[in-house]
């Protein structure tokens, strides 16, 4: 299978503290995506890196991407309650789209 | 402005019967479409994606099928439903075509087979 993987699958942490994800991949890519689905609805694109990026700011979001070791981090600072969701990387080849396994993040207040 | 159309949202089907969930987008052409599923709790498995009219990549050999007979039309068929097939199913779409760019998702078809 292509899929990625998500580590850890969940995370729950307080409302105030950082949270940190990562994602493995493993096939060559020409960017990396990292998606969030709050429960039951469609994914909403949070932010984009490129192969030839390391790391990506987008707000309390901080992207990294090591192509040598085929992963990525998402880093989200100062957590909230709304926050709560699963996080998703998806690398990206010419036309497809492969989403790893996800994040389940609980933040609580 | 774009906007992607998926329907129904719900269905519970009997094991047998057949399935045609449909997804439609506006306010560009020639976008790239996809179909997703979801297990419950689970990743996204890529199903089928389309570059063009008519053209379909299957990437998992199953109980489905997709088609796209309009440009801005991507359907997901099945003859006869498997219990297996239950889960929730997500359209996407990258609205300029281009390889790479980010793809937007409706809000997906909850599918139960009973």
């Known amino acids: 299978s292509q899929q990625g993987e998500e580590d850890p699958q969940a995370l729950s942490i307080q409302e105030g503290e950082n949270a940190t994800m990562n994602c493995s991949y493993k096939?060559?890519?020409?960017?990396l995506q990292w998606y969030r689905q709050n429960s039951g609805r469609g994914l909403v694109h949070l932010i984009l890196i490129r192969s030839n990026e390391r790391e990506k700011h987008s707000g309390r979001l901080r992207v990294t991407l090591d192509t040598s070791k085929k992963s990525s981090s998402l880093l989200i600072t100062a957590s909230r309650a709304a926050d709560t969701a699963s996080y998703f990387c998806a690398t990206v080849g010419t036309y497809k789209y492969i989403f790893g396994t996800g994040t389940r993040l609980k933040v609580l207040a | 402005s774009q906007t992607i159309h998926q329907w129904p949202a719900t269905l519970v089907q009997p094991v047998g019967s057949p399935l045609s969930l449909e997804c439609t987008v506006e306010?560009?052409?020639?976008?790239?479409l996809y179909w997703y599923r979801q297990a419950a709790g689970r990743g996204l498995q890529l199903l089928f994606y389309s570059v063009g009219i008519g053209q379909i990549s299957s990437e998992v050999p199953q109980n489905l099928s997709a088609s796209r007979p309009q440009d801005r039309q991507f359907i997901l068929s099945s003859k006869k439903l498997l219990l297996s097939d239950s889960g929730f199913y997500l359209c996407?779409?990258?609205?300029?075509?281009?390889?790479?760019?980010?793809?937007?998702f409706g809000e997906g078809s909850w599918l139960t087979v009973v």
């Open positions: 306010g560009t052409s020639n976008p790239n």
């Open positions: 996407a779409w990258n609205p300029d075509g281009v390889s790479g760019n980010t793809i937007y």
């Open positions: 096939t060559s890519i020409n960017n």
